[in-house]
């Protein structure tokens, strides 16, 4: 990713899609889009390319790195993890999603850990 990706359009493979088990783990709204039109396509953002250089910045033998995304509901945090892990996924990373809560129509929280192997 680098700054001549922001607002393009990416596609994610169906088969991609269910191999990270997005279909229930996307935002509702996102995940009924998704459902409809039966493909996964979604806008790159500068939160997405900062997280991912930040998560490259980090050699292998420094010790967890630990990243917070905030702001106000509806602001797309969701979606910068998702195509964060996505990106990393792509690059050979091991990708470790636990569930912190209920999937709902409104939230659905996770802790991930990324490893690059």
């Given at each position: 990713l680098?700054?001549a ?13 269910d191999?990270?088990y ?7 709204k ?11 396509v979604?806008?790159?953002r500068r939160p997405?390319?900062?997280a991912?250089?930040c998560?490259k ?6 010790p ?5 995304l905030?702001g ?7 979606m910068?993890v ?11 990373w091991?990708?470790?999603?636990i569930?912190?809560g209920e ?9 991930t850990?990324?490893?690059r192997?």
């Open positions: 680098s700054s990706d922001f607002g393009k359009l990416y596609q994610v493979s169906n088969e991609d899609i191999t990270l997005y279909r229930n783990m996307l935002p509702p996102f995940r009924k889009q998704v459902d409809t039109l039966d493909e996964c979604w806008l790159y997405t390319l900062e991912t250089n998560l910045a980090v050699g292998v033998n420094v967890n790195l630990r990243m917070v905030w106000r509901w509806g602001t797309g945090k969701s910068t998702f195509q964060t892990i996505y990106y990393v996924w792509k690059q050979g091991i990708v470790l999603t569930p912190n999937f709902s129509e409104k939230t659905w929280s996770c802790i850990f990324l490893e192997i």
